[in-house]
């Protein structure tokens, strides 16, 4: 297709998108960094708005034990798995009898003594090999003084009843002692901590003014370690570390403007008005917000009757198949099969990569607003290190390129400067790494 063509189909694209709020230029950055950056404050002291901004009491020193083993499980919405991990001489994680489970609770729904009974059944075999335990717990909770987490709600579609308000470490030590296991020393964390920390182990040699850590995958989320003087709602705690990583759950941020279609999706949802931003951007509900916004953009007749036809037959659309779509427009799979010209190709491509710009510039802000908050980044000799997790960063085509330019076209010229890195088995380690601070 000729060149002004694309262009004018991509205005048409942006134009419809503008109209119903769901462009990338709804994201006012500036505006949005000075509230984000409110918000964390408010969270840090106690009266949060939408960031609650949970201490975890873990150490962030950037430093690792050596040659001492840890039994580590990291509890996902989808898997559940098990190793020993070991730090050698040079800081290297060590990953021996690693095991993966279905998370309990996703087959068939559970109570919580029988959540606790199948997770002691499956370390049973490591506990000989060490006394300290590394939990990741990647759902809400809140972490204790003394590092054992209470649970506040279980959610993305696990079915584990009467789990809230249970305590993590005394529950898995109630079970093991079942066993005739005698209990552990049990540091609880959650995905976004453990990823947060895996940093440290990715380049020992680097030097860091500050570690994040940003989860995005099924859901979003994000770490990053604070000075414990400025966390105001703990201030009459004693014997805390100098230097904590800050659970944020920035997936509940609620200072993003909402499209139409954002607010009619979030009706569609379990749980109206909850997680605003997450809604928008993670990977557990991108597709269902491509599909409303594909569905609109029907109905405004923007794509050829053919199209309109075939998408009637579509009822889910997947992150695989948005990925699929992005490096094969014209290959095998379920978008590409439906559009019936050049046309409807490019209206789809526009789509998907204004949601995505969209995204991008959404997370840029939450960088840019924790940089600032914290006062680092600031000597490009000394760098924040980011770790990111999750498939729907590490396997999509186009979403990665997004975050770094609105990086280097947001941040940078404010003189931040931030490393993005990606930890294989993030979650095993940075949990290993936990319970040996």
């Given at each position: 297709?000729?060149?002004?063509?694309?262009?004018?189909?991509?205005?048409?694209?942006?134009?419809?998108?503008?109209?119903?709020?769901?462009?990338?230029?709804?994201?006012?950055?500036?505006?949005?960094?000075?509230?984000?950056?409110?918000?964390?404050?408010?969270?840090?002291?106690?009266?949060?708005?939408?960031?609650?901004?949970?201490?975890?009491?873990?150490?962030?020193?950037?430093?690792?034990?050596?040659?001492?083993?840890?039994?580590?499980?990291?509890?996902?919405?989808?898997?559940?798995?098990?190793?020993?991990?070991?730090?050698?001489?040079?800081?290297?994680?060590?990953?021996?009898?690693?095991?993966?489970?279905?998370?309990?609770?996703?087959?068939?729904?559970?109570?919580?003594?029988?959540?606790?009974?199948?997770?002691?059944?499956?370390?049973?075999?490591l506990c000989?090999?060490?006394?300290?335990?590394?939990?990741?717990?990647?759902?809400?909770?809140?972490?204790?003084?003394?590092?054992?987490?209470?649970?506040?709600?279980?959610?993305?579609?696990?079915?584990?009843?009467?789990?809230?308000?249970?305590?993590?470490?005394?529950?898995l030590n109630?079970?093991?002692?079942?066993?005739?296991?005698?209990?552990?020393?049990?540091?609880v964390i959650?995905?976004?901590?453990?990823?947060?920390?895996?940093?440290?182990?990715?380049?020992?040699?680097?030097?860091?003014?500050?570690?994040?850590?940003?989860?995005?995958?099924?859901?979003?989320?994000?770490?990053?370690?604070?000075?414990?003087?400025?966390?105001?709602?703990?201030?009459?705690?004693?014997?805390?570390?100098?230097?904590?990583?800050?659970?944020?759950?920035?997936?509940?941020?609620?200072?993003?403007?909402?499209?139409?279609?954002?607010?009619?999706?979030?009706?569609?949802?379990?749980?109206?008005?909850?997680?605003?931003?997450?809604?928008?951007?993670?990977?557990?509900?991108?597709?269902?917000?491509?599909?409303?916004?594909?569905?609109?953009?029907?109905?405004?007749?923007?794509?050829?009757?053919?199209?309109?036809?075939?998408?009637?037959?579509?009822?889910?659309?997947?992150?695989?198949?948005?990925?699929?779509?992005?490096?094969?427009?014209?290959?095998?799979?379920?978008?590409?099969?439906?559009?019936?010209?050049?046309?409807?190709?490019?209206?789809?491509?526009?789509?998907?990569?204004?949601?995505?710009?969209?995204?991008?510039?959404?997370?840029?802000?939450?960088?840019?607003?924790?940089?600032?908050?914290?006062?680092?980044?600031?000597?490009?000799?000394?760098?924040?290190?980011?770790?990111?997790?999750?498939?729907?960063?590490?396997?999509?085509?186009?979403?990665?390129?997004?975050?770094?330019?609105?990086?280097?076209?947001?941040?940078?010229?404010?003189?931040?400067?931030?490393?993005?890195?990606?930890?294989?088995?993030?979650?095993?380690?940075?949990?290993?790494?936990?319970?040996?601070?």
């Amino acid at each position: 297709m000729k060149p002004k063509k694309v262009k004018e189909t991509r205005a048409r694209v942006q134009s419809f998108l503008a109209k119903m709020q769901m462009d990338a230029d709804s994201v006012d950055f500036e505006s949005c960094l000075k509230d984000f950056k409110l918000q964390m404050g408010y969270g840090l002291d106690g009266t949060p708005d939408s960031l609650l901004m949970i201490p975890t009491f873990i150490p962030v020193t950037g430093k690792i034990k050596r040659d001492k083993s840890v039994i580590t499980i990291d509890c996902g919405g989808t898997n559940l798995r098990v190793a020993l991990v070991t730090f050698n001489d040079y800081g290297k994680a060590l990953i021996s009898d690693f095991k993966k489970y279905p998370m309990i609770g996703t087959e068939d729904p559970v109570d919580a003594d029988t959540f606790f009974d199948r997770l002691a059944e499956y370390i049973a075999p490591l506990c000989e090999y060490s006394d300290d335990i590394g939990f990741c717990f990647s759902f809400p909770c809140e972490i204790q003084p003394n590092k054992d987490g209470k649970i506040i709600i279980i959610n993305k579609g696990v079915r584990i009843s009467g789990a809230e308000n249970r305590m993590l470490g005394e529950g898995l030590n109630g079970a093991l002692e079942k066993l005739g296991i005698k209990p552990k020393n049990i540091t609880v964390i959650n995905d976004t901590v453990a990823a947060m920390l895996a940093g440290i182990s990715e380049n020992m040699n680097r030097k860091y003014s500050n570690y994040f850590g940003f989860i995005y995958g099924t859901g979003i989320n994000m770490c990053y370690a604070e000075q414990t003087s400025r966390i105001g709602k703990i201030s009459g705690l004693r014997r805390v570390p100098k230097v904590m990583g800050i659970n944020m759950e920035n997936g509940d941020y609620n200072g993003f403007t909402q499209g139409k279609l954002d607010l009619l999706f979030d009706t569609e949802t379990p749980d109206p008005g909850n997680h605003p931003f997450e809604k928008m951007i993670s990977g557990a509900y991108f597709g269902r917000l491509l599909y409303l916004t594909m569905q609109k953009a029907c109905s405004n007749e923007m794509y050829s009757k053919a199209f309109a036809k075939g998408f009637e037959s579509v009822s889910v659309i997947t992150l695989k198949d948005v990925d699929e779509f992005i490096l094969y427009p014209e290959g095998d799979n379920l978008l590409a099969s439906i559009c019936a010209n050049n046309t409807d190709r490019e209206i789809t491509y526009y789509i998907i990569d204004e949601l995505y710009e969209r995204a991008a510039r959404m997370v840029a802000v939450t960088f840019c607003a924790t940089m600032e908050a914290s006062e680092t980044g600031h000597d490009p000799l000394e760098p924040v290190c980011i770790t990111v997790e999750g498939t729907a960063y590490s396997r999509s085509p186009i979403f990665p390129k997004k975050l770094q330019a609105c990086i280097d076209r947001y941040i940078e010229p404010k003189g931040l400067y931030c490393d993005i890195v990606q930890v294989r088995d993030a979650d095993l380690i940075g949990t290993a790494i936990a319970a040996l601070q």
